[in-house]
């Protein structure tokens, strides 16, 4: 299975990243290159879904940019793993919510290699943990599909700035938390930018 795997060191503007990947998009339909899985961090931004509601941004004073993806808002940040791809469903099964499914595998298997215990909750889309008797979203994702074609990506919080979720209702969730590894638990979590790749690889191809 051709996947390039792109892996940047420094943080990407959203504006950027969203471009590459709608070009991607064009480039994959047009039969001239192939899918894509992408490793980065952004600087500092608010991002909405096309299902946020005004009500949900608790500081009217934040930039926020509207995009294409799916779901509500949320924020990207420094000490956050974001991946992003773009995987032509025609190649594999025509099936989004088997895609969803998958990529929630993908971050659950990851976060094991760390001891870490996350799960997938049927209602809310995202990963989810249990840390001191009370449920927090550990990962986010947001999705795309056109021409069979999904793109965006998700996100995991590692050390990133939970503060930072003040200003909005995170995902549209108002009874649960977010969280991050750091938190749970202290320790090296470089390696999960290659083990998310690998796992996602694996998934993809059974």
């Known amino acids: 299975m051709n ?18 990947l709608e070009k991607r998009l064009i480039d994959i339909d047009g039969k001239k290159k192939g ?6 961090e952004h600087e500092e931004i608010y991002t909405a879904g096309t299902s946020y509601k005004e009500d949900e941004i608790l500081n009217k004073g934040i930039k926020l940019i ?4 799916g779901g509500k808002i949320t924020y990207h940040g ?12 025609k190649k594999r ?25 996350t799960f997938g909750d049927p209602k809310n889309i995202g990963v989810w943990t249990k840390h001191q008797k009370n449920i927090y ?3 986010a994702m947001g999705l795309r599909v056109s021409k069979w074609i999904a793109y965006h990506g998700f996100s995991i919080n590692i050390n990133n700035d939970l503060s930072k979720y003040k200003n909005i209702v995170p995902c549209g969730i108002t009874d ?4 991050n590894l750091k938190i749970i638990k202290d320790q090296n979590y470089k390696r999960l930018n290659q083990i998310i790749i690998d796992k996602f690889i694996k998934n993809l191809e059974n």
């Open 137 to 139: 979203k550990i990962a």
């Open 66 to 69: 509207k995009t294409k993806r």
């Open 78 to 89: 420094p000490g956050q793993l974001i991946c992003y791809f773009v995987i032509d469903l």
């Open 35 to 40: 899918d894509l899985i992408w490793i980065l």
């Open 176 to 179: 649960k938390g977010v969280i």
């Open 3 to 20: 996947i390039e795997i792109k892996k940047s060191i420094k943080p990407v503007k959203y504006d950027f990243a969203i471009k590459f």
């Open 93 to 117: 099964k025509k099936d989004i919510r088997k895609f969803i499914s998958l990529i929630e595998k993908t971050i659950i298997e990851s976060l094991s290699d760390f001891n870490i215990k």
